[in-house]
């Protein structure tokens, strides 16, 4: 029998254990060994760990600094809402509606993601985290201006850029619905986000990005990443291959905030702003850039742990912060990374040994 190379078992070992566990949670979920703090955040943590993972895509295996990833997931939550809650008259089976809300967000963000790509990947270091920044900033205050709504006739939307205009100036019939009423954001919507879907998401993701990485598209970016001088001398066309990562990463990042839109009742743009953004690269760093593994057991953990430290009362953001120093200083001590190395080897490793 053909002897699987490194990276195939690396990457087999990742989707059984992500399977392992949504099994594990499933079955204390049913036995009621759950607090009720913990259901309500597995769909964020499935959420957040898909957008951990994505993010992952464009720092850690592209090798360029985004500080806008908030604002794709504010695009995809926001169209995916409006998806789902337009369509509730005429397809009233939940779960299709949401897959084709976690398509449409997918869609407008990658289109987002086009649309700013193409000039701003021209940039890099600093200028480029700078305008990601700047892009994230602009999509909130885009959707601060939006108002929505829906009746027999279709969608119906205003851009009240002057601030003059409200939900009655949208002309709805009798029966209508506002779904995004400016920087109200989106309210009365209709949760139907699950934990289940979470996993597919999560499983979907994994399958895209760590396909991408093994292909010969991937080894492109990567080489990128490492020497663009080089990777030019060559033939690699630098714009095609970072677009293309660029592009997947807010793919996905749509569709986990589409995922996380449907999971609350009322939705503020003013929930992606750039501290989002910070806590999903913290997610990245913290777990290793380039490492899978790691994005999706440091999404899940600090995810958790505020909750988990609410006990504590004023002192728990404290002790958060310490535990972020910790286990930021921890993970760079070199004996350490070395005993990681062979537990969870880095993707670049894996991809050394798979050429």
Avoid at 94 to 118: N, Q, S
Avoid at 119 to 131: H, T
Avoid at 147 to 157: C, T
Avoid at 240 to 250: C, D, E, H, I, Q
Wanted: aromatic share 6%; charged share 15%; glycine share 10%.
């Amino acid at each position: 029998m053909k002897k699987l190379k490194k990276t195939t078992a690396i990457d087999f070992a990742t989707y059984a254990g992500v399977i392992l566990a949504f099994m594990v949670i499933t079955v204390m979920k049913d036995q009621g060994m759950l607090t009720r703090s913990l259901k309500g955040q597995l769909v964020p943590i499935c959420c957040y760990i898909v957008m951990a993972v994505s993010l992952n895509l464009t720092v850690g295996v592209l090798g360029e600094l985004s500080l806008g990833h908030a604002g794709f997931m504010s695009v995809g939550a926001f169209s995916g809402v409006v998806a789902a809650m337009g369509l509730q008259s005429a397809i009233p089976s939940e779960p299709l509606r949401l897959a084709i809300a976690l398509v449409v967000g997918a869609a407008f963000a990658a289109m987002a993601g086009a649309i700013v790509g193409v000039p701003v990947l021209r940039l890099r270091g600093d200028y480029l985290a700078i305008v990601t920044l700047a892009f994230g900033e602009i999509i909130k205050e885009l959707i601060n201006c939006l108002i929505v709504g829906v009746d027999s006739q279709g969608l119906h939307l205003i851009f009240n850029a002057t601030g003059t205009k409200g939900v009655n100036d949208l002309g709805l019939l009798e029966g209508g619905k506002v779904l995004i009423k400016g920087a109200q954001g989106a309210t009365g919507t209709q949760t139907i986000a699950s934990f289940t879907a979470g996993f597919i998401l999560i499983m979907v993701s994994l399958v895209v990005v760590l396909n991408l990485v093994r292909s010969r598209s991937g080894r492109a970016i990567m080489a990128l990443r490492d020497n663009r001088i080089a990777a030019e001398s060559v033939g690699i066309n630098v714009t095609k291959y970072k677009l293309m990562a660029f592009v997947t990463s807010a793919a996905l990042a749509g569709a986990a905030g589409a995922l996380y839109g449907l999971n609350f009742s009322n939705l503020v743009a003013t929930k992606f702003d750039f501290n989002t953004s910070i806590l999903v690269l913290v997610f990245v760093v913290l777990g290793g850039l380039g490492n899978i593994w790691g994005s999706i057991l440091a999404a899940t953990v600090l995810t958790i742990l505020p909750e988990a430290l609410r006990g504590f009362d004023d002192y728990r953001m404290l002790i958060y912060a310490v535990v972020l120093i910790l286990v930021m200083l921890a993970t760079n001590n070199p004996q350490l990374k070395a005993l990681l190395a062979k537990l969870i080897p880095h993707s670049r490793k894996g991809e050394e040994a798979n050429a």
